[in-house]
T-cell receptor, first 114, second 114 residues
């Protein structure tokens, strides 16, 4: 247990559905991240929030919409996804200050788009 | 953009033997941090070891050590006395000192044979 909790663990959704992924951390961190993990590809950094402000959007399609209401919670809202969006979505958190601080990861949400 | 390359999609090692996983990265920065993460079947990414670019001494954590070659931008992970529990995906990561992002390689799947 790393202190970062993601829900749900598994999600199957149709291309016309709207769903949200949730991430919660109680480590006192002030930076949170969304990553997409697809088979045989590097982890793709999607979004970064530092002190609740979005500091990076890595050319992610608008069908993915992040929300960070406070420094402990991070959401990823999904709508009209495509089958190629099926992947493991990982949330992570870290301290902004101090480059030596590692990122702590949740167990991910396995998303399947049908 | 910084890239992290892991050229070995899969590696295997006999139990109690030593294995080295390769990682190269690209950056124009002089100070940064590098990390190795382990992802077992449970999907939870766990930090294995970290290295600061300013330190010439290679980091060591018990059976895990790195060979950091800054000029060559190489950061390999050596696992000594391999154990069955070491079987996992291993990811090399680079921390960007400017925007705090962590960039990952595609991973190496390590199999440990009894």
């Amino acid at each position: 247990e790393t202190g970062v909790t993601q829900t749900p663990r598994h999600l199957v959704m149709g291309m016309t559905n709207k769903k949200s992924l949730k991430c919660e951390q109680h480590l006192g961190h002030n930076a949170m991240y969304w990553y997409k993990q697809s088979a045989k590809k590097p982890l793709e950094l999607m979004f970064v929030y530092n002190f609740k402000e979005q500091t990076e959007n890595n050319s992610v399609p608008s069908r993915f919409s992040p929300e960070c209401p406070n420094s402990s919670h991070l959401f990823l809202h999904l709508h009209t996804l495509q089958p190629e969006d099926s992947a493991l979505y990982l949330c992570a958190s870290s301290q902004v200050t101090g480059m030596n601080t590692e990122a702590f990861f949740g167990q991910g949400t396995r998303l399947t788009v049908v | 953009a910084q890239t992290v390359t892991q050229s070995q999609p899969e590696m295997s090692v006999q139990e109690a033997e030593t294995v080295t996983l390769s990682c190269t990265y690209d950056t124009s920065e002089s100070d940064y941090y590098l990390f190795w993460y382990k992802q077992p079947p449970s999907r939870q990414m766990i930090l294995v070891i970290r290295q600061e670019a300013y330190k010439q001494q290679n980091a060591t954590e018990n059976r895990f050590s790195v060979n950091f070659q800054k000029a060559a931008k190489s950061f390999s992970l050596k696992i000594s006395d391999s154990q069955l529990g070491d079987a996992a995906m291993y990811f090399c990561a680079y921390r960007d000192p400017i925007n705090n992002d962590m960039r990952f390689g595609a991973g190496t799947r390590l199999t440990v044979k009894p």
